[in-house]
């Protein structure tokens, strides 16, 4: 059905959202105040004309957009994306009933980019494209450049194309390549490479692969978590620590992100006596930590825990690092667990983690808490939790680690 609708306002994931005949439209690419006819069905329409252009609409810098589904919000001017982005923490902390001044969202630059996953597949003459894939679709769309990529990953994307080459041996594969960029080079983990009856790759499959990651000049090549080929360890560095990460670990998307949320949490934790770091990971937050008190490090991943115990070594002046691989949704730390501790740090995934934060709340020496999160609605669920036991909520930072995305991080702080 085609219709006449007025964009109020931009839902969560970025798509205008309009009153139509029976109800709530999303339409992607569209702006607050503006006027578009678009072919609707159900609750989805697609623009078929603007007739009136949002004051706020800009030219999109990448020619992919539109037609790509990495970016939503390239055609919005900086100041209201900002501000909405804002918005999307100031609504989920109301609807918890939560009141606290939310600064302005801090911003990353464009080209910051540092960990992206690259779909592949294989054309019709038997060469590679690799890409993102294309809105609401699982069609490919093949990159020429990417505006929110770092420069190094777009210079490698030829030569990447020539690694997931060897990654077809099986006619059901589809391989995405998971590139991040390191201090010492690329680091590139592959996944959805079906595997032979007699198991992973042949001897020739990996003699290509390998080929293509030398010629590539890849710090790693692995395969599932699987280290193929490694010319160079894929360090990152974390306050004074270098910490080797594992094949497909977790990593800040964008170094000035981490920079804003680890200088908010060590704000936060200044003058601690002793520190928990929870959903720890390699040590992003660990070890600028380290440099105040001494911190117990807990986090579900025994890799991540693995490579931040080594990274210790690497940074001998620090307070001491405890550091456990456990399941802080199974087995949460106890108040007994956090005895002396007083500060406490912690970023776990979309899901929250209400129950460790019931724990927090019911630990009497945790006088002070930074939650770095990258979903406010859980975010504001378990702060409820914290402010009811009597922590005030001081501070909300929103952090646009993900560029023009729906998404927002934020780094919020509670005094007891």
């Known amino acids: 059905m085609r219709t006449t609708l007025n964009i109020e306002r931009v839902a969560g994931q970025g798509d205008g959202l309009a009153r139509g005949p029976d109800g709530a439209v999303f339409v992607p690419l569209t702006l607050p105040g503006e006027v578009v006819e678009a072919e609707v069905a159900e609750d989805r329409g697609e623009v078929v004309e603007l007739i009136v252009a949002s004051a706020a609409r800009v030219a999109p810098p990448c020619p992919h957009f539109g037609d790509c589904g990495g970016c939503a919000l390239q055609h919005w001017a900086a100041a209201p994306y900002l501000d909405w982005k804002r918005g999307q923490v100031v609504h989920a902390l109301a609807r918890e009933g939560l009141e606290v001044e939310v600064s302005p969202t801090a911003a990353t ?57 060897a990654m077809f041996e099986h006619p059901k594969s589809a391989p995405s390549l998971h590139v991040t960029v390191t201090d010492s080079g690329l680091d590139v983990d592959v996944t959805g490479v079906e595997r032979r009856t ?3 790759l042949s001897g020739d499959a ?128 106890s108040p007994f667990d956090l005895k002396g501790c007083d500060v406490a740090v912690l970023d776990p995934p979309r899901a929250g983690a209400v129950e460790q934060v019931r724990q927090l709340a019911d630990a009497r020496t945790i006088e002070r808490v930074a939650y770095v999160s990258c979903n406010p609605v859980t975010f504001a669920r378990d702060a409820a939790v914290l402010v009811a036991a009597g922590l005030r909520l001081e501070r909300v930072l929103p952090v646009d680690q993900f560029l023009w995305s729906g998404h927002v991080e934020l780094v919020a702080t509670f005094r007891r």
Request: hydrophobic residues 50%; aromatic residues 4%; glycine residues 8%.
């Open 198 to 200: 007699g198991g992973g």
């Open 206 to 333: 990996r003699a290509r692969a390998i080929a293509a990651a030398t010629a590539a000049d890849l710090a790693r090549l692995s395969l599932a978590g699987e280290v193929l080929f490694m010319r160079r360890p894929p360090v990152v560095s974390f306050g004074p620590a270098r910490v080797v990460l594992p094949p497909g670990g977790f990593l800040q998307a964008s170094p000035q992100a981490e920079a804003i949320m680890v200088a908010e949490v060590v704000a936060a934790a200044r003058g601690a006596r002793k520190i928990v770091d929870l959903f720890c990971g390699a040590g992003t937050f660990t070890f600028p930590l380290a440099e105040i008190a001494p911190v117990l490090a807990a986090d579900a991943g025994a890799e991540a825990i693995a490579a931040l115990n080594a990274g210790r070594r690497s940074a001998p002046r620090l307070k001491p690092v405890t550091a456990h691989a456990r399941d802080l949704f199974r087995r949460p730390l």
């Open 109 to 165: 630059p464009a080209g910051t980019r540092r960990r992206v996953a690259l779909h592949a597949r294989r054309r019709m003459d038997g060469t590679v494209a690799l890409g993102f894939k294309a809105r609401r679709s699982w069609r490919l769309v093949e990159l020429g450049t990417c505006v929110i990529a770092d420069p190094r990953i777009v210079r490698a994307l030829p030569a990447l194309a020539e690694v997931a080459a």
